[in-house]
């Protein structure tokens, strides 16, 4: 087998079904490639488990002429050193623990969906998200919050209570929160004084997110530490349970991957 490197790669100039090999195809495998070891290495290390090496295979969309993952992530791709040592390989065989993979890729007899899940990695993680909001009329800000924690497969809940009209009820829903031995982040969302933030984060051991909503009379008001977009919110609340949460995390770097590949493909197509 001859192995090329990214040089020789880009000057064969491959056209596969009708898209030429260049550089920008080159990045995107490579940082996919990347982002895709980080992320089952992450989930091995769980059980410690070091991921040694793993093959990923690409290929082409012949209708959008796209670069995409054209193989299956599983025990048929990778080696495993379990606690670090060499000498206990795990190659292609299975591996049983939190995260249980009742059979290897190899033994299915068809690939479905029921079968496909009995492969899937599991997280015993949770945390929540909850959004308190100085009123209602701040509702639909805060459903955006709800819907980005979603995207991250976080539970968030909503609830509304002033820190000025009725701070005693403000810190009994904080305290509901604190003894039911979940990990929790709290996003205020109170515009103009931002008295809400404050007035959680002085009651209580747990994280908490200054989200006001923008408005164009009293935005610039605003305090600047408190973050102004819904997504970046929820965003910071997932990078916190992301510290203790595989899957979190690894939906947190699957993100940014993206991210970086829709700007890549973008600057390729303006350039043309």
Known sequence: MTQWSEEQLIAAKLNCAGLVIGQAEVDIMSHS???????????????????????????????????????????????????????????????????????????????????????????????????????????????????SCANYGILCELRVTSAHKGPDETLRIKAEYEGDCIPTVFVAVAGRSNGLGPVLSGNTAYPVINCPP???????????????????????AAQIFGLNDHLVWSKLRSFTLNTWISLKEADEKLRV
């Not at 606690?83 to 290897?104: A, C, E, H, N, R």
């Open 33 to 147: 490639t990347a982002a895709i070891f980080e992320i089952v290495e992450k989930t091995w290390s769980t059980q410690d488990c070091t991921l040694v090496d793993m093959k990923i295979e690409f290929g082409v969309d012949v209708t959008k002429k796209e670069m995409v993952l054209a193989d299956g992530i599983d025990h048929d791709s990778w080696r495993l050193w379990p606690s670090g040592d060499k000498t206990q390989q795990k190659d292609k065989q299975v591996f049983t623990g939190l995260l249980t993979f009742i059979m290897t890729y190899r033994d299915l007899k068809e690939i479905t969906p029921e079968a496909m899940q009995m492969l899937l990695v599991t997280s015993d993680g949770q945390g929540q998200v909850v959004v308190l909001m100085g009123s209602i009329s701040d509702l639909v800000h805060c459903e955006k919050i709800q819907k």
């Open 214 to 236: 923008l408005t164009a009379d009293w935005g610039a008001q605003d305090v600047w530490s408190s973050l102004r977009m819904p997504a970046a919110a929820a965003q910071f």
